[in-house]
């Protein structure tokens, strides 16, 4: 019986259609909206048993690309330029983690109509922190020898601003609800509360207000039902009068 030769070229063929497969990159869909739309998808390479991932894309539940980040190497590691976009598709910001820094570097930032981020000259600009899909969630903006830290949600509103002088906070602080209201306005002095305080609801209307001054309570502090009338004060500087 004569055995059955096979070609070299159909050999050839074979092997690399073997080879393009393992580096041919794929997209696998992790998690989906409610209407079918792919909200976070990773790109891989190599066969299934073993893939490996070099990219993840997560979109917003219109199909608009939230951020893209690349990975090398496995186990996989950050690298190459990540970015992230506002829902209108435009850019937010940009890291480069070629360098294998945790937090990448060279980062810039981006308004929702394309313009700076940030109005003035700046010495330098650094994520410390990364949220949980990987996103900036504390950037530092510094200038001379004050630090503007903002504090970004998951989809890059803001959250709270500060600044640092000296490394003490100073002038106004404000944190946000995710729905962009404010939820406390105060303002700080080498580190201290020293000025107006106010606390809101996430409907807008204030719970209480009152004064700060070296990081203590003074004068008449004004409490609000959820209507936003007047329900209680309280006088801290009589308060203050009786402990002494």
Same mark, same amino acid.
């Given at each position: 019986?004569?055995?059955? %030769?096979?070609?070299?070229?159909?050999?050839?063929?074979?092997?690399?259609?073997?080879?393009?497969?393992?580096?041919?990159?794929?997209?696998?869909?992790? =998690?989906?909206?409610? $209407?079918?739309?792919?909200?976070?998808?990773?790109?891989?390479?190599?066969?299934?048993?073993?893939?490996?991932?070099?990219?993840?894309?997560?979109?917003?539940? %219109?199909?608009?690309?939230?951020?893209?980040?690349?990975?090398?190497?496995?186990?996989?590691?950050?690298?190459?330029?990540?970015?992230?976009?506002?829902?209108?598709? =435009?850019?937010?910001?940009?890291?480069?983690?070629?360098?294998?820094?945790?937090?990448?570097? $060279?980062?810039?930032?981006?308004?929702?109509?394309?313009? %700076?981020?940030?109005?003035?000259?700046?010495?330098?600009?650094?994520?410390?922190?990364?949220?949980?899909?990987?996103?900036?969630?504390?950037?530092?903006?510094?200038?001379?020898?004050?630090?503007?830290?903002? =504090?970004?949600?998951?989809?890059?509103?803001?959250?709270?601003?500060?600044?640092?002088?000296?490394?003490? !906070?100073?002038? !106004?602080?404000?944190?946000?609800?995710?729905?962009?209201?404010?939820?406390?306005?105060? $303002?700080?002095?080498?580190?201290?509360?020293?000025?107006?305080?106010?606390?809101?609801?996430?409907?807008?209307?204030?719970?209480?207000?009152?004064?700060?001054?070296?990081? =203590?309570?003074?004068?008449?502090?004004?409490?609000?039902?959820?209507?936003?009338?007047?329900? $209680?004060?309280?006088?801290?500087?009589?308060?203050?009068?009786?402990?002494?």
């Amino acid at each position: 019986m004569k055995s059955l %030769s096979i070609p070299a070229t159909l050999v050839f063929v074979a092997a690399l259609a073997l080879v393009t497969s393992c580096h041919h990159v794929r997209e696998e869909v992790i =998690q989906s909206y409610p $209407n079918g739309k792919p909200m976070l998808v990773f790109l891989v390479k190599g066969d299934k048993k073993s893939p490996t991932r070099v990219g993840e894309r997560m979109y917003y539940e %219109s199909g608009q690309l939230q951020f893209e980040k690349k990975f090398s190497g496995k186990p996989e590691v950050p690298d190459g330029i990540w970015q992230y976009f506002f829902d209108n598709g =435009q850019l937010f910001a940009s890291g480069d983690f070629s360098s294998r820094h945790d937090f990448g570097s $060279n980062w810039s930032f981006y308004n929702r109509n394309g313009g %700076s981020y940030y109005d003035g000259k700046l010495d330098s600009v650094y994520v410390t922190d990364l949220g949980t899909f990987g996103t900036p969630s504390t950037v530092v903006f510094c200038s001379g020898q004050h630090q503007d830290v903002i =504090q970004f949600y998951s989809n890059y509103t803001v959250r709270s601003t500060e600044r640092l002088t000296n490394g003490m !906070r100073s002038g !106004r602080v404000i944190f946000y609800f995710p729905n962009g209201n404010p939820q406390v306005e105060a $303002n700080f002095a080498e580190g201290l509360e020293d000025g107006p305080y106010t606390v809101y609801r996430e409907n807008g209307v204030p719970y209480y207000q009152g004064t700060y001054s070296k990081g =203590q309570r003074v004068g008449i502090w004004e409490f609000y039902d959820e209507e936003g009338n007047l329900d $209680n004060t309280v006088d801290y500087s009589a308060k203050s009068s009786n402990s002494k």
